[in-house]
């Protein structure tokens, strides 16, 4: 049975929550009683990730943000202590995916590659360094969305699956440099999962991978949930620089 006040009074910050699997946390965390701040560019997809989480019963605010540039994850994590007086869990979820340009890596573009790594790499540096020094030190949580592509090698995603191997890494560093606090850092590296964005990357997005996993169905945004929520959890305050693959047991070369 859910707790529905297991975070309360917490404060979650989800970058990239204006949909997908970042208002699947936002909603997993709002049942749980979280106060919730949706972090994103799309003003329009945040404000319905809001009306979603208030449906709930949580509270929750939409701020305006660009993960990469420092001026505004400073004024997001000002936002959200002014807000509810605390940050408690960070999700870097916001990624440039669905809509990069994708080529094998010799053909790929310089300008494309540094695009992505802006957001994703840089993005999720940036928030979590606008967020160690104003979060709750003895038992905040920094939860990184990487991405499976890591393992498998997906063709084509190179500069994808860089950025996502460069979160694995720095969620590891994090982690050893804020051990002695009691904030923990890990990963959740999702398989491919059914989203507006990833529905549109492909046409059997339905079937894709299905086939090759040990739980032989889709996975959708809720999948990612309960390896979230436990990450943040008291019983998982031992568990600190490590990644969790969250795809239904996929086969890997
Ligand atoms: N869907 C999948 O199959 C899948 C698999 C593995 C990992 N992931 C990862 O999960 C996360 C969410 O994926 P999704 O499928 O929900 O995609 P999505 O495109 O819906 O989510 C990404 C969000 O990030 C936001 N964003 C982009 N640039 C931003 C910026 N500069 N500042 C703030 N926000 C910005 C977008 O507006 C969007 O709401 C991403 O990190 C993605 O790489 C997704």
Redesign the pocket.
Known sequence: MTDTTQFAGKTVIV??A?????RAFAEGFAARGANIVV????DA?SAETVALVEKIGAKAIAVT????EKASTDALMDAALAAFGSIDVIIN??????TINRAPFYELDPDEWDRVMA??VK?AWLVSASAFPKMTQATGRIIN?A???VFSGSPLWMHYVAS?GAMIGMTRVMAREVGKTGVTVNAIA????L????LSVMDDAETYGVSSRAIPRASQ?GDMVGTALFLASEDASYITGQTIIVDGGKEFI
């Open positions: 970058t990239g204006a949909g997908g699997l970042g972090a994103d560019m799309n997809g943000t660009n993960v990469t979820n916001a990624a440039l995916y669905a957001v994703n993005g969305i991405s499976a592509t996502k999702p398989g491919f999962t989203t507006e964005a990833s945004p």
